[in-house]
């Protein structure tokens, strides 16, 4: 499965004063077109209708496309990414390793930046409940957060995700299952974040080519190579472009 | 150091570039004693390999003199000669443990581009585009041989170079296509193509009981070899191969078909001349001229295997006659490491001596020259190998 973005369909996403700001300028927009009477006239008077029908119903199909919504969130307690919300990245991958040996190497977190590649650093705190994460962000930045085990059944599964105030809402899980026939371990991951600048942020950086779900596809890719062989493969090679 | 690069569609260059280092812990450095164009090449040369980039060192066929092993590397050391398969394979991996070398798991860092055309990738190959990985090829001085204890072939004093090289290539895929066909005693082989890995499948065939092989191809000194290792020769040029293959095989058909062509076919009849044009408009990567006829040759319920190499989506191949008469269909990337052993016992034994094949020996200076002959056909040319230094 690849990338996810949710739209529901018949909400609101427009905030009170701009639906009535909506109505009002596309009234004036729809009396002047109307008195043009020319084509274009004609074109700005549909504008203008559209912005009262937007105003009215509270419904924007352009903000409903790009993900953005002006309505105040009301945010649950118990999910930091609110479902719904956000990017959701699902991918898996089948290793020749047991499950508690990709479990034991997982549960460090500290390992994942040797695989994960927009990861910077993990850090664990005590206790090794909650742990600090840096990565890199869109076009060269760097964001952390501070994350927390939420769910974990040895050998099994993983749960995580951001404490409440985080600059990026974010929950992962992996799960670890025997393949059959002897294949190994399939392992999956579930990613769901709220990207710092919204959907359009994740829009942006897919066409700056830093699309999340081939970023977990590689880095899955990359886990594999490293527990299957003890390297990462790499084409590094010497060319006539030096 | 010097190395043969990709220069863009029709140029390869001889360029300066830096040497190659050790990057990970099986990795082994290689001085190149002796190095091949392939068929394959050819592909890469003409541009219908996509993801080629300008810089790009060419050659999967290779072998030389260990000079620098990584620190995880147990069986090989400096001084060792070996040959260098050309796929590159972890070793460790479920395709790997089963024998698929050639479809490796972990050596391509390029496999999502392959993903992304084809479902799943397969291994890295030397010198062979950014799809299939981009590495470095062998037709240079030296090669960064990752993964070194699992593919690399030590070779004992006393075998030339040439006798052993196409241990690297062309040897296991004609061997390869000819296990694929399932032979058995009796059987009739037909094998479409004379270069060298047809010239090998012909070998091959033998080896593994075919009664009769016939070997297809318009080029008179290709036929020549043919006929040497054993095969009845038809020269497409000269006669219909349906009917002459349907009448010499006593109306039954060939028990097994071998594409030794792929997809830069050449042929005389209309569909032939349709692929050509969509190619050079660049409508389509292949030109399957030989697919076409190998499964309208192919006797009921007979095995067509596809060592030629084909890149993409084909035009009008009738799979309705493969459906409709039971085909077995194998192909692929060659499961070399399955063969190099085996085969380097028979030119131990002086079974055969495979540098029969060689037209051309010259100087890695020669390189631009020489794929120009080698794509032209010109001056008789079936394999060209060239020494570094």
């Known amino acids: 499965m690849a990338e996810e973005t949710y739209n529901r369909a018949n909400e609101r996403n427009v905030s009170e004063p701009e639906r009535w700001g909506s109505v009002i300028f596309g009234s004036a927009l729809a009396a002047y077109g109307l008195k043009k009477r020319s084509i274009g006239g004609s074109i700005v008077a549909a504008l203008g209708g559209v912005l009262v029908w937007r105003g009215a119903t509270g419904q924007c199909p352009i903000y409903g496309g790009l993900g953005i919504s002006t309505v105040p969130e009301h945010q649950g307690q118990q999910v930091s990414v609110p479902y719904g919300k956000g990017v959701r990245v699902e991918k898996a991958v089948t290793i020749d390793a047991t499950p508690e040996t990709l479990y034991t190497f997982w549960r460090n977190f500290e390992n994942l930046p040797r695989f994960m590649h927009n990861l910077e650093s993990v850090e664990v705190r005590e206790g090794g409940q909650r742990s600090h994460w840096v990565a890199k962000g869109p076009i060269g930045t760097s964001v952390d957060w501070e994350a927390e085990i939420v769910n974990e059944v040895p050998n099994e599964l993983i749960g995580w995700r951001s404490v409440e105030g985080s600059k990026v809402d974010n929950a992962g899980s992996v799960h670890f299952t025997e393949a059959p026939g002897a294949r190994g371990t399939q392992v999956k991951v579930v990613l769901r974040y709220d990207p710092p600048a919204g959907k359009l942020g994740a829009l942006v950086s897919r066409i700056l080519g830093e699309d999340p779900a081939m970023q977990v596809q590689e880095d899955l890719r990359r886990l594999k190579m490293l527990i299957e062989t003890g390297e990462i493969a790499t084409n590094e090679s010497p060319s006539g472009r030096k | ?389």
């Open chain 2, 1 to 389: 150091m010097k190395a043969v690069c990709w220069w863009g569609k029709g140029e390869v260059r001889v360029a300066d570039v830096p040497d190659p280092e050790i990057i990970n812990p099986h990795d082994a450095i290689v001085r190149v004693t002796l190095t091949a164009i392939c068929g394959s090449d050819l592909h890469l040369y003409d541009g219908y390999v996509p993801t080629m980039m300008r810089g790009d060192v060419l050659g999967h066929e290779f072998m030389g003199e260990v000079v620098e092993v990584g620190r995880e590397v147990k069986t090989l050391k400096a001084g060792d000669r070996v040959i260098v398969p050309f796929p590159i394979c972890c070793g460790r991996c479920w395709f790997c443990k089963t024998n698929q070398w050639s479809l490796c798991d972990n050596t391509n860092p390029n496999a999502w581009m392959l993903e992304a055309l084809n479902g799943y990738g397969g291994a890295a190959l030397f010198g062979y585009s950014h799809l299939y990985g981009g590495y470095a090829g062998g037709q240079a001085e030296y090669v960064r041989v990752p993964f070194a204890d699992v593919s690399p072939l030590k070779i004992p004093a006393g075998l030339p170079d040439e006798k052993v090289l196409f241990l690297t290539d062309v040897f296991p895929t004609g061997y390869f296509a000819a296990d694929n066909c399932n032979i058995k005693d009796g059987d009739t082989v037909a094998v479409w193509g004379c270069g060298p890995v047809g010239l090998f499948s012909i070998v091959s065939a033998k080896m593994l009981g075919a009664a009769r092989v016939i070997a297809i191809d318009r080029f008179p000194e290709r036929l020549r070899l043919a006929q040497q290792a054993g095969a009845e020769i038809l020269n497409y040029e000269d006669i219909n191969i349906l009917d002459q293959l349907k009448d010499i095989t006593g109306g039954r058909g060939p028990d097994a078909c071998i594409d030794a062509v792929g997809m830069e076919a050449h042929g005389t009849s209309p569909d032939a001349i349709y692929d050509r044009v969509k190619q050079a408009m660049r409508l389509t990567f292949d030109r399957p001229h030989v697919l076409r006829q190998v499964l309208q040759a192919c006797r009921k319920g007979g095995t067509v295997s596809i060592p030629g190499v084909y890149a993409g989506f084909l035009d009008k191949v009738n799979f309705g006659a493969a459906f409709a008469k039971g085909l077995t269909l194998k192909m692929g990337q060659a499961h070399v490491q399955n063969y190099t052993r085996l085969l380097l016992e028979k030119i131990e034994r002086g079974e055969i001596d495979p540098s029969f094949i060689i037209t051309h020996r010259v100087s890695l200076d020669d390189a631009p020259e020489m794929y120009r002959t080698f794509r032209d056909k010109a001056d008789d040319c079936i394999k060209v190998v060239m020494r570094p230094s």
